[in-house]
């Protein structure tokens, strides 16, 4: 119906342009994330509208407890550092979780009736990950155990019972999926490149992926958020620089 959903680390807010003059003059503030940390690369980030319902992926946040409240009051607690993809009304009411154990779930997309995520990888447990996300399903990490990702108590890869594995790795740091052309589009950031993953239904009610690379840069190309176009051409943006903080080196790229 027009209105916008915008992520930042520590809250969802949605816009709504009442008089059509281009400039959104609403703005509810529908969840929030309270915590101590800032560190703008493991809290909120990943969101998926699918009917009346909203889908918001929460990372490991350096293992700092945190409650995410919605618009109506409600409060889930997270503690351990377990990144979380959570479940709400399209208003930021009756917030749920839906499915846990990720790093951080940067991007969300649904595709024939089917969550999938990328997740990020921690530090010593390439590669990061395709998830077919099932309700209330555990992805085996917990920041915890700690942010290597190699203790005997995570799983990456559904090793440890009661935990779920990935559908295929990805490049590094995918940042955007999105479902086009009955294909799922990848963003590497730190691969420089843009993977597209054919998706084969398996008999155990999962997916095996075949992925091929469809763009291919050099380190300074770094893919991140992707969007349809209406005339079925694809939009990356391209942060550019290996380097975090806002540089003004950005791009937007148009891919037919």
């Given amino acids: 119906n027009g209105d916008v959903y915008l992520v930042t680390r520590s809250d969802v807010h949605l816009l709504r342009d009442t008089n059509d003059d281009g400039v959104a003059d609403f703005n509810e503030k529908i969840v929030q994330l309270e915590t101590t940390v800032d560190y703008p690369h493991n809290a909120l980030s990943g969101i998926s509208v699918a009917g009346e319902s909203l889908f918001l992926g929460v990372g490991e946040n350096f293992g700092v407890e945190y409650d995410l409240v919605g618009s109506d009051g409600k409060s889930i607690k997270n503690v351990g550092g377990v990144g979380t993809i959570y479940m709400c009304k399209l208003d930021g009411s009756q917030l749920g979780r839906f499915a846990e154990g990720f790093w951080n779930p940067f991007s969300l997309c649904w595709a024939s009736g089917n969550l999938f995520c ?54 590094e740091a995918p940042t955007a999926v999105v479902f086009h052309r009955g294909y799922l589009w990848v963003t590497s950031w730190g691969d420089y490149r843009i993977e597209r993953y054919k998706l084969t239904p398996q008999l155990n009610g999962t997916y095996h992926a075949e992925r091929t690379i469809v763009v291919q840069g050099d380190a300074d190309f770094r893919p991140t958020g992707m969007a349809v176009a209406p005339d079925g051409s694809l939009w990356f943006a391209d942060w550019v620089d290996r380097s975090y903080p806002v540089h003004g080196k950005g791009r937007i790229w148009r891919l037919e």
């Fill in 118 to 171: 990328v997740d990020n990888d921690p530090d010593a447990s390439p590669p990061c990950r395709l998830i077919d996300v099932v309700a209330q399903g555990d992805y085996g990490f917990r920041f915890e155990y700690g942010r290597a990702g190699v203790h005997p108590l995570q799983a990456w890869n559904g090793e440890l019972p009661g935990t779920l594995p990935m559908i295929c790795g990805t490049g």
